[in-house]
């Protein structure tokens, strides 16, 4: 963050609003963190409360900074889905009951009596990197989020790209192979459906029903949809056939998705974050590298850089904080 000489000593809230727990924290305009808290989010008792909840957590943050929230200069919420970054209303949030159309920027605000600014959580985590992660130093960059699914975000000469409709940075929905497995958002061959946790796991639990020899012992014992990337970068590790053939079949796809990202927008860097980045690091980063040169039209003696995030669970709360400044900066002129 730039902390100007009138906003050096200013302290900003950011939240991370997600379907099992919200994360706050107090952060400086120097970027540190410096209280935060965690909540169970209780999804399932509705948006009236879970608002409720997201202003408790941030109460909490500031008891552990040692201030009071009204001692805060202005919050940011990072939340999942589609939404309107201008007006703070969430229009659907998946996993979330009753989130249709709700005002939470505008609800937060009334009840904290504080600036309150929401955007893309995926979209945070990406600026969250930019400016005080992997990405400093950066203007032009994309961030690509391997969990449960695939979210991203992009960043254009410093700045989010939220746009037309607000839906830009789906790089999870790009279709990379033609015809191929179905994806959660209903269409086939996006790169979500062969490249996700998810994906990786339902092409190994395959492999091992059609008896192909696996060394993912607690393939067996994990409820689907619970095979961890710790447990999947150990099977790599140990060198797991049949898991080394389904993940490198996930970095070919992520090799020409980050090819077709650098031939259209050029940016400098794309940053790879989520437990599966975390767990295996350059032995999943090097391969995308591979086949992502292979790919790209135009071969320069700078190529563009593949590096992993370095934030972990905090990039979207200090994205969240990064854009309450952000604002703050812009409406006090500062
Ligand atoms: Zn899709």
Not at 14 to 39: F, R
Request: net charge positive; charged share 15%.
């Amino acid at each position: 963050m730039t902390g100007t000489r009138s906003g050096a000593k200013r302290r900003f809230i950011g939240v991370d609003m997600g379907g099992t727990k919200i994360l706050a924290a107090v952060v400086g305009a120097d970027g540190k963190i410096l209280g935060s808290a965690k909540k169970r989010t209780k999804a399932e008792s509705g948006p009236a409360n879970v608002i409720a909840r997201i202003g408790q957590a941030i109460h909490q943050a500031a008891r552990d900074a040692g201030i009071s929230v009204s001692e805060v200069t202005a919050v940011g919420v990072g939340a999942p889905g589609p939404l309107n970054p201008h007006t703070g209303v969430v229009f659907h949030a998946p996993n979330l009951p009753g989130w249709e159309n709700v005002p939470l920027g505008q609800r937060l605000a009334d009840e904290l009596d504080l600036p309150v600014f929401v955007e893309n959580d995926v979209n945070l985590g990406t600026l969250g990197e930019l400016v005080l992660g992997a990405g400093r130093g950066t203007q032009d960059m994309v961030g690509i989020f391997i969990g449960t699914g695939i979210g991203g975000g992009i960043i254009i000469d410093g700045k989010l790209r939220s746009g037309t409709r607000h839906s830009a940075g789906e790089v999870g929905h790009m279709v990379v192979a033609a015809g191929g497995p179905y994806c959660g958002c209903g269409r086939q061959g996006c790169l979500e459906a062969v490249a996700s946790r998810r994906a990786i796991e339902r092409d190994l639990r395959a492999g091992v029903a059609s008896g192909r020899e696996n060394l993912v012992n607690d393939l067996d014992r994990v409820d689907p949809g619970q095979l961890t990337s710790k447990v999947l970068a150990r099977a790599c590790r140990v060198g797991c056939p049949l898991t080394r053939q389904v993940i490198g079949r996930a970095q070919w796809y992520l090799g020409l998705h980050a090819a077709s990202i650098v031939n259209l927008l050029d940016p400098q860097m794309l940053v790879y974050g989520g437990g599966l980045v975390e767990a295996m690091g350059e032995a999943l980063l090097t391969p995308i590298r591979t086949v992502a040169q292979q790919h790209l039209i135009h071969q320069t003696s700078t190529p563009v850089q593949i590096v992993a995030a370095s934030l972990g669970d905090s990039s979207v709360v200090l994205g969240a904080a990064v854009i309450a400044q952000r604002h703050w900066a812009t409406a006090s002129g500062s």
